[in-house]
């Protein structure tokens, strides 16, 4: 009995919790609140100890693309009066809701009541667990005759599924005329058949991600995953941000009309906090009207950026974002400049080197208008390392540096500003009386990201890759970026 209540518990708090909000009954097209659902399953409530209420409470849920009118309404199902093309399609994905033995159906066009801004919020932030929690994604390929036509057919280009891709366990896709591409009842039961390997060439994500993802699986990669989100289009440009929540498993309000850029802003800041150096990992332009230059313009930013590996044990790497820009103390290795090269209008070829490490040469590739290219050796550059650890012994500090390391390239102008000096001025003594005087400030500027490289790998000489060494704490510095 006790352990019957424990899974009555954890019944309740999935169905009222990590389920839509409003299904459809497939019996009779009705639709049925969470309270009705819980009603419904209760009595499948084992006693055993492996109970797993998402494996009881069996839903079908549609990807598709919107057609550009005709759409059922949540306000058309519930008086009962909706019609049309749109309509049809729905009843098509019932049908095949159906064949898996599925009592309930939820779809985005029809369920979700988005005259309330509470339940279009809930709804938007809660997508991917939706999809995730489903029994079956029923897949509907609008533009698509046959496996080859999914290449071309724009479901794969769209950005709300892309987490209706890579969240459900089991999928089914069917062609336009509702006929199943594949003989699978799951499509992402083989790794290695036709339709998985299309679809790993239609969006650039790797069969494995495409078979089994969690937005918790480590490494994260948030880079490469960024990338996934580059060429798709979204109607509301606010949708970029919003319908990534998920893949990364973070929480936005919503808020339509703020704008695609500070949406997308949002995004980076909340990813920031969960510590993973790789969301640094970004090559294109970085967002206008911001207050730091380290946050990217928008998933295409993440286009090209090199393939630089963190491991499991990185320990977070503390950012926060400020008025001054983004805060993050890195490990700060001096660079010089060595030599460079025009590649073409937009980029250089820049050699810089380590004095405290000769043998080291750093190959980057910034975006020519970066920096001043022409006084290139006017700038002093360094090695900032993301994936250091910090060991604390009694009241002793020191850093552990992987043979291996990732790190960004730093620089700023070497000539000192003399706006500080410019407005200084020695106090008479006998003007005050008591005051304690300090001698004015040495003045540098500040470290600045240099754009268009990304995280780049540095190897230390006769290091393995993930053995350490260990230096002193002095060369840490919280920059802001």
Same mark, same amino acid.
């Given at each position: 009995?006790?352990?019957?209540?424990?899974?009555?518990?954890?019944?309740?708090?999935?169905?009222?919790?990590?389920?839509?909000?409003?299904?459809?009954?497939?019996?009779?097209?009705?639709?049925?609140?969470?309270?009705?659902?819980?009603?419904?399953?209760?009595?499948?409530?084992?006693?055993?100890?492996?109970?797993?209420?998402?494996?009881?409470?069996?839903?079908?849920?549609?990807?598709?693309?919107?057609?550009?009118?005709?759409?059922?309404?949540?306000?058309?199902?519930?008086?009962?009066?909706?019609?049309?093309?749109?309509?049809?399609?729905?009843?098509?994905?019932?049908?095949?809701?159906?064949?898996?033995?599925?009592?309930?159906?939820?779809?985005?066009?029809?369920?979700?009541?988005?005259?309330?801004?509470?339940?279009?919020?809930?709804?938007?932030?809660?997508?991917?667990?939706?999809?995730?929690?489903?029994?079956?994604?029923?897949?509907?390929?609008?533009?698509?005759?046959?496996?080859?036509?999914?290449?071309?057919?724009?479901?794969? &280009? !769209?950005?709300? =599924?892309?987490? %209706?891709?890579? $969240?459900?366990?089991?999928?089914? *896709? +069917?062609?336009?005329?509702?006929?199943?591409?594949?003989?699978?009842?799951?499509?992402?039961?083989?790794?290695?058949?036709?339709?998985?390997?299309?679809?790993?060439?239609?969006?650039?994500?790797?069969?494995?991600?495409?078979?089994?993802?969690?937005?918790?699986?480590?490494?994260?990669?948030?880079?490469?995953?960024?990338?996934?989100?580059? &060429? !798709?289009?979204? =109607?509301?440009? %606010?949708?970029? $941000?919003?319908?990534?929540?998920? *893949? +990364?498993?973070?929480?936005?309000?919503?808020?339509?009309?703020?704008?695609?850029?500070?949406?997308?802003?949002?995004?980076?800041?909340?990813?920031?906090?969960?510590?993973?150096?790789?969301?640094?990992?970004?090559?294109?332009?970085?967002?206008?009207?911001?207050?730091?230059?380290?946050?990217?313009?928008?998933?295409?930013?993440?286009?090209?950026? !090199?393939?630089?590996?963190?491991?499991?044990?990185?320990?977070?790497?503390?950012?926060?974002?400020?008025?001054?820009?983004?805060?993050?103390?890195?490990?700060?290795?001096?660079?010089?400049?060595?030599?460079?090269?025009?590649?073409?209008?937009?980029?250089?070829?820049?050699?810089?080197?380590?004095?405290?490490?000769?043998?080291?040469?750093?190959?980057?590739?910034?975006?020519?208008?970066?920096?001043?290219?022409?006084?290139?050796?006017?700038?002093?550059?360094?090695?900032?390392?993301?994936?250091?650890?910090?060991?604390?012994?009694?009241?002793?500090?020191?850093?552990?540096?992987?043979?291996?390391?990732?790190?960004?390239?730093?620089?700023?102008?070497?000539?000192?500003?003399?706006?500080?000096?410019?407005?200084?001025?020695?106090?008479?003594?006998?003007?005050?009386?008591?005051?304690?005087?300090?001698?004015?400030?040495?003045?540098?500027?500040?470290?600045?990201?240099?754009?268009?490289?990304?995280?780049?790998?540095?190897?230390?000489?006769?290091?393995?890759?993930?053995?350490?060494?260990?230096?002193?704490?002095?060369?840490?510095?919280?920059?802001?970026?």
């Amino acid at each position: 009995m006790r352990q019957r209540k424990q899974n009555l518990d954890r019944f309740d708090g999935y169905v009222m919790n990590d389920i839509p909000i409003r299904l459809i009954r497939l019996s009779d097209m009705k639709f049925v609140g969470r309270g009705d659902v819980r009603k419904h399953f209760r009595s499948s409530v084992e006693h055993s100890y492996s109970y797993y209420p998402h494996e009881h409470v069996k839903y079908a849920i549609l990807s598709h693309r919107w057609l550009d009118g005709g759409e059922p309404t949540y306000e058309e199902m519930k008086a009962g009066t909706a019609s049309g093309p749109g309509y049809e399609k729905l009843k098509k994905f019932c049908e095949k809701a159906r064949e898996y033995d599925t009592e309930f159906a939820w779809s985005d066009t029809c369920c979700i009541d988005k005259s309330s801004s509470t339940e279009l919020d809930e709804s938007i932030r809660s997508m991917f667990r939706w999809y995730e929690n489903s029994t079956i994604c029923i897949v509907h390929l609008a533009q698509s005759k046959t496996i080859e036509g999914i290449l071309h057919d724009e479901w794969t &280009r !769209r950005v709300w =599924t892309l987490q %209706e891709l890579l $969240a459900p366990r089991n999928i089914k *896709i +069917f062609n336009k005329y509702w006929i199943p591409l594949t003989g699978h009842r799951n499509d992402k039961e083989d790794q290695e058949s036709k339709v998985m390997e299309t679809l790993e060439t239609a969006t650039g994500i790797p069969r494995c991600d495409l078979y089994s993802f969690s937005p918790h699986f480590l490494p994260q990669r948030l880079d490469e995953r960024m990338a996934w989100a580059a &060429r !798709r289009k979204a =109607t509301r440009v %606010e949708d970029v $941000a919003y319908s990534l929540m998920g *893949i +990364f498993d973070v929480s936005l309000q919503i808020a339509y009309g703020e704008g695609g850029d500070r949406a997308f802003r949002r995004l980076i800041d909340a990813i920031m906090q969960d510590g993973d150096p790789s969301i640094l990992n970004w090559v294109g332009n970085h967002a206008p009207f911001s207050v730091s230059r380290a946050v990217p313009y928008s998933p295409e930013s993440f286009v090209g950026s !090199r393939n630089v590996m963190l491991d499991i044990f990185t320990q977070p790497l503390e950012m926060n974002m400020t008025s001054l820009g983004l805060r993050v103390s890195l490990v700060i290795l001096p660079l010089s400049y060595h030599s460079h090269e025009e590649q073409g209008p937009l980029r250089l070829h820049v050699v810089l080197g380590c004095p405290l490490c000769p043998t080291i040469k750093v190959d980057i590739n910034p975006l020519a208008h970066a920096l001043e290219w022409q006084h290139l050796s006017q700038f002093e550059y360094a090695l900032g390392i993301v994936n250091y650890s910090l060991f604390s012994e009694r009241s002793r500090k020191v850093l552990g540096i992987r043979g291996k390391s990732v790190g960004l390239i730093l620089y700023r102008n070497s000539c000192s500003s003399s706006s500080l000096s410019s407005l200084i001025c020695n106090p008479r003594g006998t003007d005050f009386v008591g005051f304690k005087f300090a001698s004015p400030p040495e003045e540098t500027s500040r470290w600045e990201l240099l754009h268009g490289v990304g995280l780049i790998e540095v190897e230390f000489p006769n290091i393995p890759s993930e053995s350490l060494f260990f230096i002193d704490p002095e060369y840490l510095e919280t920059v802001h970026l």
